[in-house]
């Protein structure tokens, strides 16, 4: 039977994440409840922000493309982290099967599985979208980020496409909730940025006016890893490797550059261009000792088996690890490479202090810039995982002692607030 047209949506909201991505709808009438995107996830709702194109045709997201890259045994390009790509002029795309592929195909590829997915689960064809966006994005140019972000919605096939800040969609889902007047503080963190909001809440409904101040900082989870990646792990591929160049008398170390890209979760990808992998291949030819050599031999084939996906999620277990425990184990194995590293929380939080310094200096700018005191503010929300880092937590409690601690529930309260602001955009 066909629906009324009245029980239809007209708008979708996306929140497209660094790490995870979620899709609700609205129309003048309602909100709709957040769409099943991906039937293989423990919660279908939340679709993993990871893209697989096998050797042999084809592309596909969240648990899928995970399955699709075991299946073709690495013969195939699984990409994550892709939003960090969009503010960075520099990257021109990634060659996926003989040609360059560009940062808005690669977000319009996601976006577009989104939206037919989506249409169908509401048996709709909708053409209109409310983004989500952070404050700033990873990289130099934040309105050429911008910029890319809409191409990409359009290619997907959206034809209207507007923007609201992540941290204020956050923002609107946690005031709908509010029962008192009070001073709130929302943060959002997410996988490459932390955002945060300072507003005004009560038992009605929000408006523009009651949000006193926003901010953000492209650093969050993935910074966070990379800190783990860099400080403990990076050392089994090489980050530490010495070498003398043929005729040369200077024993060298890794370049810079390379381990930055090396401890990168967006940015590894870049260590299979012809000339980085030759660049790497005399690196490891002219390596002072054979343990250098050996592990040298391991980022060949992390690099060329296209492991770093698995290898960041092994990182990333044993970060969440020491939220509750003060020692963990990284642990990744696979045929040529073997990472055994032990981790406390102590060495964790001293290799993360920049990245987490960065994160509250943040914070501490956007309190300022609404004009109300720490102890003014009577309830700090976050949502996102990094909220759980021991040191970032213990440094929020100490900024606001009186404030009444909560924590959203699950990942779905940006995309709540999206679709509640898309109902508001069709009310006029």
């Known amino acids: 039977m066909k629906r009324r047209s009245s029980a239809l949506p007209t708008v979708y909201a996306i929140d497209f994440g660094t790490s995870n991505s979620l899709l609700a709808a609205a129309s003048r009438e309602r909100v709709f409840e957040p769409a099943p995107l991906d039937p293989g996830a423990a919660d279908p709702?939340?679709?993993?922000?990871?893209?697989?194109?096998?050797?042999?045709?084809?592309?596909?997201?969240?648990?899928?493309?995970?399955?699709?890259?075991?299946?073709?045994?690495?013969?195939?390009?699984?990409?994550?982290?892709?939003?960090?790509?969009?503010?960075?002029?520099?990257?021109?795309?990634?060659?996926?099967?003989?040609?360059?592929?560009?940062?808005?195909?690669?977000?319009?590829?996601?976006?577009?599985?989104m939206r037919e997915r989506a249409d169908r689960h509401y048996g709709a064809e909708i053409r209109r979208v409310l983004l989500g966006r952070p404050v700033h994005f990873d990289g130099e140019d934040d309105v050429f980020a911008e910029g890319r972000l809409r191409k990409a919605a359009e290619l997907a096939g959206f034809e209207e496409v507007h923007f609201l800040p992540e941290p204020v969609a956050a923002a609107r889902a946690f005031g709908a909730a509010a029962e008192r007047e009070e001073i709130a503080l929302i943060g959002d963190f997410g996988g490459g940025t932390s955002d945060f909001t300072v507003l005004r809440v009560g038992p009605r409904a929000l408006e523009r006016k009651d949000v006193l101040a926003v901010g953000g900082v492209a650093v969050a989870g993935d910074a966070l890893d990379a800190a783990l990646m860099r400080a403990q792990v990076g050392r089994h591929f090489g980050a530490e490797v010495q070498y003398r160049a043929p005729f040369g008398s200077n024993v060298l170390r890794m370049p810079h550059g390379i381990v930055q890209h090396l401890c990168s979760p967006a940015h590894l990808s870049i260590l299979q261009r012809r000339d980085v992998a030759s660049f790497l291949a005399d690196v490891r030819r002219w390596s002072l000792s054979d343990e250098d050599r050996a592990r040298m031999d391991q980022l060949t084939v992390l690099v060329e088996e296209t492991q770093g996906f698995q290898l960041f999620e092994a990182i990333?277990?044993?970060?969440?690890?020491?939220?509750?425990k003060r020692v963990a184990q990284i642990a990744f194995s696979y045929p040529g490479i073997e990472v055994r590293e032990r981790v406390t929380r102590a060495g964790f939080e001293e290799a993360s202090r920049r990245a987490v310094d960065e994160i509250l200096r943040c914070l501490d700018e956007t309190v300022k810039?609404?004009?109300?005191?720490?102890?003014?503010?009577?309830?700090?929300?976050?949502?996102?995982?990094?909220?759980?880092?021991?040191?970032?937590?213990?440094?929020?409690?100490?900024?606001?002692?009186?404030?009444?601690?909560?924590?959203?529930?699950?990942?779905?309260?940006?995309?709540?607030?999206?679709?509640?602001?898309?109902?508001?955009i069709e009310r006029g």
Request: aromatic share 6%.
């Open 45 to 113: 709702t939340i679709l993993r922000s990871i893209l697989c194109f096998p050797d042999a045709g084809g592309v596909f997201v969240g648990v899928e493309a995970l399955r699709q890259f075991i299946e073709h045994d690495a013969e195939a390009r699984l990409l994550r982290s892709i939003k960090h790509h969009l503010g960075t002029r520099s990257f021109r795309g990634t060659l996926i099967r003989g040609r360059l592929v560009s940062a808005e195909e690669l977000v319009a590829a996601l976006l577009r599985q």
């Open 316 to 324: 990333e277990r044993g970060k969440r690890e020491l939220s509750s």
């Open 369 to 424: 810039a609404s004009g109300v005191r720490c102890e003014d503010i009577g309830a700090v929300c976050c949502t996102g995982g990094t909220a759980k880092v021991p040191r970032l937590a213990a440094e929020i409690r100490r900024r606001f002692p009186a404030a009444r601690l909560e924590q959203f529930k699950g990942f779905h309260s940006v995309v709540e607030g999206l679709a509640a602001e898309a109902q508001a």
